[in-house]
């Protein structure tokens, strides 16, 4: 026969057991994307963190860079998606061959290198067939800054991270900030 003192007792250890139970589940936040496979969003994210690193801030990556860059292909320009899936493509392609791994899995160092190389258009060119290597660094270089520095509301700029950064007033209303002279 169970006694109330120790009944009580079981109920509560469960009770509290089980509040703790969703704690104990791994959160790994799944993005899905409208526009990008898992593999080029990965690619880009990559891209976008050497452009914007995380320091005391977050970087480019974590701040959602690629969601607003798939947010502003979807909605705005998807005349761009051919362009940005050639040239993640086009840096797959080279990065298989010239190093054995895809971007992502280079070392930062090479990473950056990489896209210095990029940027002054002096990777291999039979690689870069569909849409000049320059052309793609560009595009990317100012997307990922829009999506960083632009207002959250956008897709980018997440928690404000920039705003934050260059200790600006947020949320930003247009016409409405005023300063004390």
């Known amino acids: 026969m169970i006694n109330r003192r120790h009944f009580i007792k079981q109920v509560a250890a469960g009770s509290v057991s089980l509040l703790l139970l969703p704690g104990c589940a791994q959160k790994t936040e799944k993005i899905s994307y409208r526009v990008f496979t898992p593999e080029e969003a990965d690619c880009l994210g990559c891209i976008s963190e050497q452009f914007i690193p995380a320091d005391d801030y977050a970087g480019a990556k974590e701040a959602g860079c690629v969601n607003y860059i798939d947010k502003l292909l979807f909605q705005r320009f998807p005349e761009l998606t051919e362009s940005y899936k050639n040239g993640l493509q ?72 920039s705003y934050r950064m260059m200790r600006l007033d947020f949320p930003l209303l247009i016409g409405q900030n005023r300063y004390e002279k």
Request: aromatic content about 12%; overall charge positive; charged content about 20%.
């Open 90 to 161: 086009s840096l797959e392609n080279y990065c298989r061959e010239t190093h054995g791994k895809i971007f992502s899995q280079l070392a930062s160092d090479a990473q950056k290198s990489l896209l210095a190389q990029m940027e002054k258009g002096e990777l291999i060119e039979s690689f870069w067939d569909k849409i000049p290597q320059r052309n793609f660094f560009s595009l990317v270089l100012r997307h990922t800054m829009q999506g960083y520095y632009g207002s959250p509301i956008h897709g980018g700029n997440k928690n404000f991270v």
